[in-house]
């Protein structure tokens, strides 16, 4: 989750974008929430704990 930049009139694929006389691209900062997905494997050796 985090602020991000988005266009300000959103876009749809085939769509042109007009920039104006000035050029620039109108954004907006929004706060957007993401998803996350992650997997880890240890390579190095298993040390087990014995309790005697």
Do not use: W
Request: hydrophobic share 40%; net charge positive.
């Amino acid at each position: 989750m985090g602020v991000v930049d988005r266009l300000a009139g959103g876009f749809e694929k085939g769509q042109t974008y007009d920039l104006g006389a000035s050029g620039q691209i109108p954004m907006v900062k929004q706060f957007k929430f993401g998803h996350f997905f992650g997997i880890t494997y240890n390579l190095s050796k298993v040390n087990t704990i014995s309790f005697k």
